[in-house]
């Protein structure tokens, strides 16, 4: 162990992990085996932007490492990590960000990144203990584990560095703990395998794991497949009893795991699990709620939303019986998406009025009905959008509410065309037709939520706003290219302002031919049909075509035709504004 200092300790515990830990009978002992690193003081990287912290799949490109040696026949059950990182001016101890890495096959990284805390100079001791990151590697020998630190603040990016944080010589010290196990005999007891999920998507991953089974030392391990129960077939390199199998199957998949003794030679097999796959759509589809999920057919949104949970392998369609009503407890959330060769189409289908969905919600003031998080190249066209709960205790503020997933994850390219939005009896203030919103800060171009059109929506009975798109004011993450057109908007008797259109960080929006009036306001509420704010880069567009037209507001209130602030380059042209009356 070149430029480390090693020792180990020997912690015999006689009863504590008898049978309690085995299948069978084998007596083990814990111990533990600890080095030191003193090769110097090891640096701190740093990413692209100041103040960016490293996420989770990120990892510096200067690591340094230390190799701990276990006997062939231990088990590990944790390792205990502890080490110092010091800031120097003018870094600060709260830049400091690290975690460890076990890079043996099975071992993991830390999940999340350790911050230190303090100003200039300041000097952040870290331990944690009992962490899981080798608990998957077998066979002991030598253990490696990786040092990644860095830092948010100082120095050019993507520079590895002592000069403005490190982590100290001679602190970084790692702790295998693990249990000595005595050797198999007879026949071993495979116990039961077990997955964490029952069902899941085609080409997707399941982890699979043995419950009860012994552990001793002689053990092999390895995983079989099988479509029927019957006849089973060994999967390559699955030879650990934690195994993350790929379901590159439709429907079902039995595992299970063949426990040897490599001693008596003798074998016995677990108690299988299974696993039902579902495959990604493709090709034309119908929900007709007289007919029952299965084939091509879904009974309902909630079936068909799930289905495509799994993705799709090409365009879908999805054809939506004409006059049909359906209810959904809770918001609709689509977390999946198409693409511009495979969209996504939810249509209105046959003769008769448009099918319906109507959403209850909560006591919260934020519930939304159809709600896109993160989603992508989907159409809603011709299915009504109603407001289903009856009091304050379960109305839906949004009829539709659009969502970034993540700051790199926004809702774009999307069409919502031909349907009503009716929010009904809601008394909520907030209620709105449409709101797109910037619900996690935009930290990229992707994080936006660009390039969706609303097209002849008639959105009635809301409160706030017709429709409300919010993006990040922040140049060159702002939402760019969305349109509305063709709708009409009206609006409740309520206490609140009123916006038929309300745009911040939107840029190159375009909005014409829509309709906001006919509607009374008798609580000294302001109205503004047309409203954009932001910035001079991020917030701008067009109006054209619009009309504002016969409303009515109260003695001492105000309406604005069109209200400009604080926006850029916003083009102007052929509104009619009319019949304003305070």
Partial sequence: LNNMKSSTLFKPIFSLFLAFLLGSAHWVFAQSASVTYTAGDIPAYMLGGTGQAPSSTDNSICPETITVNVPSNAQITGVDVAYTMTAIAPGWGSDQRSRIRCINVGGEAEANYSAGVGGS?????????????????????????????????????????????????????????????LDCSGTPN?????????????????????AGADVANGISLQWFESADNVSYSPIAGATTSNYTANMNFVGNNYYRCQMTCSFSSQSANSTPVLVTASAQLNGTYTINNLNPTGGTNFNNFQDAFAALACGSSGPVTINVEAGQTFSSTGPLVANFSGGPAAPIIFQKAGVGGNPSISFTGTTSTTDGGLTFNGTDWVTWDGIDIMQGGTS???????????????????????????FTIDLGTSTITTARGVFMANSVTSNSPNGASSNNTFDNLNIINVNSAGLWLAGSTTVGNQDIGNTIQNCTISFKDISTA??????????????????????????????YPLFVTGNATTSSGSFESNIVENISNSSTGIIYGIYIFNGGVVNVTNNIVRNLST
């Fill in 121 to 181: 100079g300041a000097s952040n001791n870290y331990n944690r203990t009992g962490l899981d990151i080798a608990n998957n590697v077998f066979g002991g020998g030598n253990i490696i584990f990786e040092m990644h630190a860095f830092r948010t603040w100082e120095g050019n990016a993507f520079e590895c560095n002592t000069t403005f944080n490190r982590v100290d010589n001679n602190t970084w010290q790692i702790t295998v703990n693990y249990i000595l196990l």
């Fill in 190 to 210: 495979a116990g039961t395998a077990q997955s964490n999920i029952s069902a899941g998507c085609q080409n997707s991953t399941v982890n699979l794991s043995l």
């Fill in 392 to 418: 304050s205790a379960n109305w839906v503020e949004y009829g539709i509410h659009i969502l970034k997933a993540a700051g790199n994850n926004g809702s774009s390219n999307n069409t919502f065309r031909n």
């Fill in 498 to 527: 009123a916006y038929g259109v309300y745009l911040t960080g939107q840029e190159n929006f375009d909005v014409n031919n829509n309709t906001f009036g006919n509607f009374t306001r008798s609580n000294n509420s302001l109205v």
